[in-house]
């Protein structure tokens, strides 16, 4: 019996002719990878995190001493694991912005978007960093989620490309108020032409590269892309060059000190497929007013914004954090979790994300959080908790 046509495309493509025209490469994730700037950072680091198969510094001396020379004057950091998929062809504007809720066609060449993509169901997966080149290349640029399945998934029978460069491009982010200043002595791009979330191809330290003007830290900074062979000598070089300045190589713990206050929400933690940008405070991307994405039909139906649970701040009384997963009741009724915790520097309080009971969420709600077996009373904030309207990043 014929087998279904259908199949034996997917299966078959490059055979027949049709997109995708060629077998991607197999990549196996299991195990643990360096970064092409371990030899410059990783050699100097106390404790590593394992992030989407690469071993990175999860701190390098202190992380609250990194923290506040990101604030400061600036950090450089490994952020290697951050997935580049690239998706390009005729179609690759077409369909990506049937993935996403926002409308990718009203923006420039050269701009970035902060984006979702959803399922058919209304849940999200993942948030990520979208970068257009032109309406036949765009980046998607996410942690290790299922981005890369789902794009495949949606680009068959179309005049597109699917590339991952997880292992081919690695990403170093300089990010901190003295981050242009010193970013534009080794570059031959005019950074002062670069505007908040937009980004620019350039030479860095004379080695070609992509620079976008993004970051997980809501301060003034810079993610740079830069091709494997040439990363290490890349690398280094702005090291020596930054360093001068006071720079530091810092780790993923001072970013995440900076990235809580600033309420930047990390998938596979702070949510997950299980909930809608409606549940996390992204309400905001979904254009009802756009033609056809996946999820438009649960997104813009009036009960999607009124979820039973939402993600919300929390300051807590004392200086003990939080841990993920501890309980957050209300006249001793659990109404929730912590997703995210931390002592803020800047605030000298302890702070948390939670996901919530929508009714529980709203400013100046008294709250309990269980550190263990220690009740710990707080209150529900608004977020960010520091720089609300993110004037440090938009300097």
């Not at 997950?272 to 994405?293: E, I, R, S, Y």
Request: charged share 25%.
């Amino acid at each position: 019996m014929r087998k279904d046509p259908t199949v034996e495309r997917h299966e078959f493509a490059s055979y027949l002719g049709v997109p995708p025209y060629a077998r991607g490469v197999t990549r196996f994730r299991k195990g643990l990878k360096h970064t092409a700037f371990y030899p410059v950072i990783g050699r100097q680091a106390k404790e590593f995190k394992l992030h989407n198969s690469y071993l990175k510094p999860d701190q390098i001396t202190d992380p609250v001493d990194e923290y506040w020379t990101l604030r400061k004057i600036a950090g450089l950091w490994d952020v290697t694991g951050e997935e580049v998929i690239e998706i390009a062809g005729p179609d690759a504007l077409a369909v990506m912005n049937e993935l996403i809720p926002r409308d990718l066609a009203r923006a420039k060449d050269g701009q970035c978007l902060y984006a979702v993509m959803c399922y058919d169901y209304g849940g999200i997966v993942e948030d990520a960093v979208l970068i257009r080149f032109s309406p036949e290349k765009i980046w998607w640029v996410g942690g290790p989620g299922h981005s890369e399945q789902w794009i495949y998934a949606n680009s068959l029978g179309r005049r597109v490309t699917v590339t991952s460069y997880l292992d081919d491009k690695h990403v170093a982010s300089l990010q901190g108020p003295k981050s242009r200043e010193i970013l534009q002595r080794v570059t031959d791009a005019d950074l002062s032409r670069v505007p908040f979330y937009h980004s620019v191809e350039a030479r860095v330290c004379g080695v070609p590269t992509v620079i976008s003007r993004t970051g997980f830290t809501a301060e003034l900074g810079y993610d740079i892309y830069v091709d494997v062979p040439q990363a290490e000598q890349m690398f280094g070089d702005l090291w020596e060059e930054s360093r001068k300045d006071g720079v530091k190589l810092c780790g993923s713990r001072a970013l995440g000190l900076r990235r809580i206050e600033a309420a930047i929400i990390n998938f596979g933690q702070d949510f997950d497929w299980q909930h809608t940008p409606f549940n996390v405070g992204l309400g905001w991307m979904v254009n009802a007013n756009k033609g056809f994405f996946h999820g438009r039909e649960v997104l813009t139906d009036p009960v999607a914004r009124e979820p039973a649970h939402c993600l919300a701040g929390l300051r807590l009384e004392g200086q003990e954090a939080a841990f993920i997963g501890d309980a957050v009741l209300v006249d001793g009724k659990a109404v929730g979790q912590v997703t995210s915790a931390s002592i803020s520097p800047s605030l000298e309080a302890s702070i948390a994300i939670a996901m919530l009971d929508r009714r529980a969420t709203t400013p100046g709600q008294r709250v309990t959080v269980r550190l263990g077996e220690k009740p710990v009373a707080g209150e529900v904030v608004p977020m960010p908790f520091f720089d609300p309207e993110r004037k440090l990043s938009k300097v």
